[in-house]
């Protein structure tokens, strides 16, 4: 008994709750006929949003990179992201404003700002990636309530981003030619620096540079055998001379045995000037042997200078053919000594050259890797340039990397929303679901007494006598047949009014 009570309360109020319903039916069904109007109406004057796409391919350079390499080298989807700044910037969407006045109401009570972004927050812009190549398209969308509007507009975002790309691309092509024109004119101006730093040494060190070196010993060599062959001519004079001047009688003045002491004096002379150039061929001036040979000739020659006057220089002492043979000998000597000399200035200047071939060839080895060096910059600079201005060219020509639009957008036919079918549904539904509840609220809260089981809810322990069941009289039935006929006549008007309020507004579904 304890539980039967909640479910008999339950039965009760779904009892009463029928019977408020059956009661009111018809002001019920008015009432939610009336919101579904209302509703209906309210859903067709919602504004319409139309939208307009537009989309952009991105056409890949028509000539392959093996032959022209672009010097535009960033990632396509980085670009975008920079195109799309410069594009919805302030001064760009402010231009399409002006130029098409858009938002007329908006901007009399709005701030410049604000309807720069409520501008923004209606163009959408959409990557589509592809498989392998990475960006492949995209598509710029437009949405407002004019929708004549809305294709203008998109077009020219989407020419604005393929104006931009182009001024972008050529101005990065022009950029890097620019920089590498001066790169290259520094490197220029370097390598005629290193060339004519080289230039110079080598003029300056001519015929001693490392790579006269085989030349120059050459020419040593050559001067070497004149040379000893030089010397080996003024012995062969001086002991000729020596002979005829020994052949001759001797005066009792002029003692043998000195013309015989200058003969062998001159002879050792000769001898250890011999020994003294073929040492010096080999070691330098401070050598032992070199040295011990010199303090030898010294001796000589002192010991030459210490003897009388040679019988030779006395031209009446010998015959006619002597004196003539002694004449010719003596002037033959004096060339041959001077071509000695000469021999030997020449072998000095020479060997000077070769000793010099180490230092001047660490000298000109940096010079040269200096010079290797800019020649070498000098020349991958150039091609560098020959290539920027290729890719300037290219870009130029538009034969690069570009955005075309594969789709230009069209007037739509139709709004992307509102969908008013299933708001029209909802709002329906929602109007006969809300006129009864409020109906069963109200009677519920009202606490009225509609039926023996409501009475016997409420007062569970007072007995009932009787009941007095409900009388219908023909006025009853009367008034319920035009009551019947008023509901008939009110919905044919609300339906009516409604249609010639769709007929006028003719909103899109």
Request: charged residues 25%.
């Amino acid at each position: 008994m304890v539980h039967a009570q909640p479910n008999n309360a339950s039965a009760a109020a779904v009892k009463q709750s029928l019977s408020l319903l059956k009661k009111y039916r018809y002001i019920v069904f008015l009432s939610s006929l009336f919101l579904a109007s209302l509703g209906i109406a309210a859903i067709s004057r919602m504004p319409d949003v139309y939208r307009a796409t537009t989309t952009i391919l991105v056409d890949p350079q028509k000539i392959p990179e093996r032959y022209v390499s672009s010097t535009v080298t960033s990632d396509p989807n980085d670009r975008l992201n920079t195109l799309k700044q410069q594009v919805l910037s302030t001064s760009r969407l402010q231009e399409i404003i002006d130029r098409g006045n858009l938002y007329p109401k908006l901007r009399k009570h709005k701030s410049r700002e604000e309807v720069l972004d409520y501008m923004r927050g209606k163009i959408k812009i959409e990557l589509i990636q592809g498989s392998e190549q990475g960006l492949s398209s995209f598509t710029i969308s437009y949405e407002d309530g004019e929708r004549t509007v809305v294709a203008p507009i998109a077009n020219q975002l989407a020419a604005s981003f393929i104006d931009w790309n182009l001024a972008v691309r050529q101005q990065q092509a022009h950029d890097t030619a620019q920089f590498l024109n001066s790169e290259l004119e520094q490197a220029k101006k370097s390598l005629e620096e290193q060339e004519g730093h080289l230039q110079a040494f080598k003029m300056q060190h001519v015929g001693s540079t490392p790579d006269q070196l085989d030349a120059n010993l050459q020419a040593l060599s050559r001067l070497e055998s004149q040379l000893q062959a030089t010397t080996d001519s003024i012995s062969r004079l001086d002991e000729e001379r020596i002979l005829l001047t020994q052949t001759k009688p001797a005066k009792s003045d002029d003692p043998l045995v000195s013309l015989s002491e200058r003969g062998r004096l001159l002879e050792e002379k000769h001898r250890l000037e011999s020994e003294i150039w073929k040492l010096k061929r080999q070691f330098t001036d401070t050598y032992p042997d070199v040295v011990i040979a010199q303090d030898e000739l010294k001796n000589i020659n002192s010991r030459l200078a210490a003897l009388p006057p040679s019988p030779a220089d006395k031209s009446d002492s010998f015959d006619s053919n002597t004196q003539v043979r002694l004449g010719i000998i003596n002037k033959d000597l004096e060339r041959r000594k001077q071509q000695q000399v000469e021999l030997q200035q020449q072998i000095a200047a020479y060997q000077g050259k070769v000793d010099s071939v180490p230092v001047l060839e660490t000298q000109l080895t940096e010079l040269t890797r200096n010079y290797e060096i800019s020649r070498q910059n000098y020349q991958s600079l150039l091609d560098k340039t020959l290539s920027a201005g290729m890719s300037q060219d290219l870009e130029r020509q538009q034969q690069a990397e570009r955005f075309i639009i594969l789709d230009p957008a069209r007037t739509p036919e139709k709004p992307i929303r509102p969908k008013r079918l299933p708001f029209m549904a909802g709002a329906v539904l929602g109007s006969f679901l809300i006129a009864p509840g409020i109906l069963i609220g109200f009677g519920l809260l009202a606490g009225r007494v509609g039926s023996e089981d409501d009475l016997k809810a409420m007062l569970p322990k007072v007995p009932i006598l009787g009941t007095i069941p409900p009388i219908t009289s023909m006025a009853d039935i009367r008034r319920g047949r035009a009551l019947i006929l008023q509901t008939i006549i009110a919905s044919l008007i609300i339906c009516l009014a409604l249609i010639v309020f769709l007929h006028k507004v003719k909103p899109i579904l």
